[in-house]
């Protein structure tokens, strides 16, 4: 059977393509991905993304490499390091951020207090400039998203956001919160 295949070429892929990873080549990549730390469950994404990387340089009109399989087990060692890089900048990330709220505890009341003044300044803003404040700090919408979700420009959008923060602030220092 194996030789029967290896006479066919290549298997098809989703898309009807042909796989530019043999078997043998996406077994190769696996194991470099784990020896490089990468978690199980990130391994079938870290052969895609070689898979793809070779698929790219074919449709850039790039020949193919010598050695696929040597030159997919550097990809998958490069794909490792930057897993390794991406995980540190998170836990960076995490640790600011911990960093911050320890730094920072309001009282209850103080809290209590900010909200009620937010929850008033925001009562006070237009439709469309409470309506994109909502939509972006407290639904976490990108503003691409928040554009898509209200049929406008993204500047349209910006400037919305802008002027409702400048307002909102200025609200909130009048009646001495922040």
Same mark, same amino acid.
């Given at each position: 059977?194996?030789r029967?295949?290896? /006479?066919?070429?290549?298997?098809?892929?989703?898309?009807?393509?042909?796989?530019?990873?043999?078997?043998?080549?996406e077994? /190769?990549?696996?194991?470099?991905? !784990?020896?490089?730390?990468?978690?199980?469950?990130?391994?079938?994404?870290?052969?895609?993304?070689?898979?793809?990387?070779?698929?790219?340089?074919?449709?850039?009109?790039?020949?193919?490499?010598?050695d696929?399989?040597?030159? !997919?087990?550097?990809?998958?060692?490069?794909?490792?390091?930057?897993?390794?890089?991406?995980?540190?900048?998170?836990?960076?990330?995490? *640790?600011r951020l911990?960093?911050?709220?320890?730094?920072?505890?309001?009282?209850?009341e103080?809290?209590?207090?900010?909200?009620?003044?937010?929850?008033?300044?925001?009562?006070?803003?237009?439709?469309?400039?409470?309506?994109?404040?909502?939509?972006?700090?407290?639904?976490?919408?990108?503003?691409?998203?928040?554009?898509?979700?209200?049929?406008?420009?993204?500047?349209?959008?910006?400037?919305?956001?802008?002027?409702?923060?400048?307002?909102?602030?200025?609200?909130?220092? *009048?009646?001495?919160?922040v």
């Amino acid at each position: 059977m194996l030789r029967r295949r290896a /006479r066919r070429g290549p298997e098809p892929i989703a898309g009807g393509g042909d796989d530019p990873l043999d078997a043998a080549q996406e077994r /190769r990549v696996r194991a470099v991905l !784990a020896l490089g730390g990468v978690p199980q469950a990130d391994l079938l994404d870290g052969v895609q993304q070689v898979r793809l990387r070779l698929l790219e340089r074919a449709a850039k009109g790039e020949e193919a490499p010598r050695d696929v399989s040597a030159w !997919a087990a550097v990809v998958a060692s490069n794909l490792a390091m930057d897993w390794h890089r991406a995980k540190r900048r998170q836990e960076r990330l995490g *640790e600011r951020l911990a960093s911050l709220r320890q730094s920072e505890h309001p009282s209850g009341e103080e809290t209590s207090l900010l909200s009620l003044a937010v929850a008033q300044g925001l009562d006070e803003l237009p439709d469309a400039q409470r309506q994109v404040l909502v939509l972006r700090f407290y639904a976490d919408l990108p503003v691409r998203g928040i554009a898509e979700e209200l049929g406008v420009p993204e500047g349209t959008v910006k400037s919305r956001l802008h002027t409702a923060v400048r307002a909102l602030r200025a609200r909130l220092h *009048e009646d001495e919160v922040v």
